[in-house]
């Protein structure tokens, strides 16, 4: 079992629409978790990060934390053709101080 | 303006050379990391180092060379006994322990 895992894309949705981003972790003991923002030939970028359960909501992202399920998700709200982009996962597990990045799901927004 | 700086962008490497990777942040950051990335999978962290004169090996160390002398300067050399280096580079630095906030904009490296 891959230690975060992503549905890999892509995830098609017109402009205006919500985008939903899903990532399931492993780890029980993990503390923290980010998003990541990728284009295509670019570095990421760090979009969001959360570290209790419940919602955090920047501008049109929300990000949603379940440590029960070991789930966190992406909303993207009024989804622009900017916002075209693989979005990466990123789990901090509690035991090796360090981050696991998911493989990333490609978010397409159709004009 | 704040950052990080990876260099070169594109780097070639011939068979049995080492090259070195450069990394260097202006962020006042303490931990700074190297990831790989390959087509279609996500990052995987190389080494990283929390202080100046301390690293620590990732999950994918072998073939590597990192130093720290530098609280500005990370830089990753990768050896010939990497076999299958040909990937992107991407060098990132962060305040807390294990959670990379900046990354430069990466490395391409291709075997001639």
């Known amino acids: 079992q891959k230690e975060v895992e992503q549905n890999s894309g892509p995830l098609s949705v017109p402009e205006g629409a919500i985008a939903s981003l899903n990532c399931t972790y492993s780890?029980?003991?993990?503390?923290?978790f980010f998003w990541y923002r990728q284009y295509s030939g670019k570095s990421p970028e760090l979009i969001m990060s959360i570290y209790s359960n419940g919602d955090k909501e920047d501008g049109r992202f929300t990000a949603q934390l379940n440590k029960a399920s070991q789930y966190v998700s992406l909303l993207i709200r009024d989804s622009q053709p900017s916002d075209s982009a693989t979005y990466l996962c990123a789990v901090l597990s509690g035991g090796y101080q360090k981050v696991t990045f998911g493989t990333g799901t490609k978010l397409q927004v159709i004009p | 303006d704040g950052g990080i700086t990876q260099s070169p962008k594109y780097l070639f490497r011939k068979e049995g050379q080492n090259v070195t990777l450069s990394c260097e942040q202006n962020?006042?950051?303490?931990?700074m990391y190297w990831y790989r990335q390959d087509p279609g999978q996500g990052l995987r962290l190389i080494y990283y180092s929390q202080i100046v004169n301390d690293f620590q090996k990732g999950d994918i160390a072998e073939g590597y060379s990192v130093s720290r002398e530098k609280k500005e300067s990370f830089p990753l050399t990768v050896t010939s006994a990497q076999k299958n280096p040909t990937a992107f580079y991407l060098c990132?630095?962060?305040?807390?322990?294990?959670?990379?906030?900046?990354f430069g904009d990466g490395t391409r490296l291709s075997i001639l």
């Open positions: 962020l006042n950051h303490d931990a």
């Open positions: 990132a630095s962060g305040y807390r322990e294990g959670q990379p906030q900046h």
């Open positions: 780890d029980r003991g993990s503390q923290s």
